[in-house]
């Protein structure tokens, strides 16, 4: 049979496969660091933007970089869905949705007067280092932080509705303490400061006057301290309850893989269940082969 013979398009689409999706590939690899650089260098010029003085010494210089690389996002994400098995799952997926909003404000420059504003969107570009180190073996890492945030998930869910009502009493309490001429003007405004006081923000616009509310004021910042710690104790301890399992899962393969090394088969019942230096099958008594070729050496 004569061989498929390839068109020039099948042939860019899978050039283009290897380099998108091959990480493993030199070609892969030094396409996600150049991807890198880009993305960090498309960031930093968002920022310089806005400095009213880079801005207006080096503008053209801003405007044709960001060009450049708007082009080659663009040029990317039609290689994206060109060399994509299914192109409307990548279109429609998150990071797709992400890389069409990312180069978007370019263009739309053309067509809407100050829509500078969204230039600011392309900060979201900063997201697609997610997927660039998940291709890059940092999938396992990903997993154990995805998995002790999902399994400490109904503890923080209770830790943050605990904190809620804490901050509604206090607040309501506050209310009824300290004046209007304090700023305690309301129950929603008395809450947003017990808010601000718990978690140490203190803005300092809204201040207890009276003796009593400045006790009741200590209270909760004393408080507040004991509660930053209380998440990222929860966290932390199910991601090291969720490392050693699988460290332990992994130190038991290993074992199991070298227990398999030096398993001892009875060439008579082919019984594996021996202890490490028997002689004789535990199950029909016939002298085991490793002895065999000693007694024959």
Same mark, same amino acid.
């Given at each position: 049979?004569?061989?498929?013979?390839?068109?020039?398009?099948?042939?860019?689409k899978q050039q283009a496969?290897?380099?998108?999706?091959?990480?493993?590939?030199?070609?892969?690899?030094?396409? *996600?660091?150049?991807?890198?650089?880009?993305?960090?260098?498309?960031?930093?010029?968002?920022?310089?933007?806005?400095?009213?003085?880079?801005?207006?010494?080096?503008?053209?210089?801003?405007?044709?970089?960001?060009?450049?690389?708007?082009?080659?996002?663009?040029?990317?994400?039609? +290689?994206?869905? =060109?060399?994509?098995?299914?192109?409307?799952?990548?279109?429609?997926?998150?990071?797709?949705? =992400? *890389?069409? #909003?990312?180069? +978007?404000?370019?263009?739309?420059?053309?067509?809407?007067?100050?829509?500078?504003?969204?230039?600011?969107?392309?900060?979201?570009?900063?997201?697609?280092?997610?997927?660039?180190?998940?291709?890059?073996?940092?999938?396992?890492?990903?997993?154990?932080?995805?998995?002790?945030?999902?399994?400490?998930?109904?503890?923080?869910?209770?830790?943050?509705?605990?904190?809620?009502? #804490?901050?509604? +009493? +206090?607040?309501?309490?506050?209310?009824? #303490?300290?004046?209007?001429?304090?700023?305690?003007?309301?129950?929603?405004?008395?809450?947003?400061?017990?808010?601000?006081?718990?978690?140490?923000?203190?803005?300092?616009?809204?201040?207890?006057?009276?003796?009593?509310?400045?006790?009741?004021?200590?209270?909760?910042?004393?408080?507040?301290?004991?509660? =930053?710690?209380?998440?990222t104790g929860i966290v932390?301890?199910?991601?090291?309850?969720?490392?050693?399992?699988?460290?332990?899962?992994?130190?038991?393969?290993?074992?199991?893989?070298?227990? *398999?090394?030096?398993?001892? #088969?009875?060439?008579?019942?082919?019984?594996?269940?021996?202890?490490?230096?028997a002689k004789f099958c535990?199950?029909?008594?016939?002298?085991?082969?490793?002895?065999? *070729?000693?007694?024959?050496?």
């Amino acid at each position: 049979m004569r061989g498929v013979i390839k068109s020039k398009y099948d042939i860019l689409k899978q050039q283009a496969y290897v380099i998108i999706y091959g990480t493993n590939t030199p070609l892969g690899k030094l396409f *996600d660091i150049v991807l890198l650089i880009l993305i960090f260098l498309s960031v930093i010029m968002v920022m310089l933007e806005t400095v009213k003085d880079i801005d207006h010494q080096a503008h053209g210089t801003l405007v044709f970089l960001e060009w450049f690389i708007t082009v080659f996002f663009t040029l990317e994400y039609i +290689l994206r869905i =060109i060399s994509n098995r299914k192109p409307l799952q990548y279109i429609f997926s998150f990071y797709g949705i =992400i *890389d069409l #909003i990312s180069i +978007l404000p370019m263009y739309l420059s053309f067509f809407i007067p100050g829509s500078k504003a969204l230039s600011v969107v392309r900060a979201l570009r900063l997201l697609r280092v997610f997927r660039i180190l998940e291709l890059a073996n940092f999938m396992n890492q990903g997993e154990e932080l995805k998995m002790a945030l999902r399994t400490s998930r109904t503890k923080i869910m209770v830790f943050i509705y605990f904190v809620l009502v #804490i901050c509604i +009493l +206090l607040g309501s309490l506050m209310y009824v #303490i300290e004046s209007e001429e304090s700023g305690f003007t309301s129950i929603p405004r008395s809450i947003y400061w017990c808010i601000v006081t718990l978690t140490t923000v203190g803005y300092g616009d809204i201040a207890p006057a009276t003796t009593l509310g400045q006790m009741v004021a200590s209270f909760v910042m004393v408080l507040g301290y004991g509660i =930053i710690a209380v998440p990222t104790g929860i966290v932390t301890a199910e991601y090291s309850r969720v490392k050693t399992k699988n460290f332990t899962i992994r130190e038991s393969d290993e074992y199991q893989k070298e227990q *398999d090394i030096d398993v001892i #088969i009875c060439p008579n019942c082919s019984n594996k269940n021996h202890q490490q230096g028997a002689k004789f099958c535990c199950k029909c008594g016939v002298l085991l082969g490793r002895e065999k *070729d000693d007694e024959r050496m």
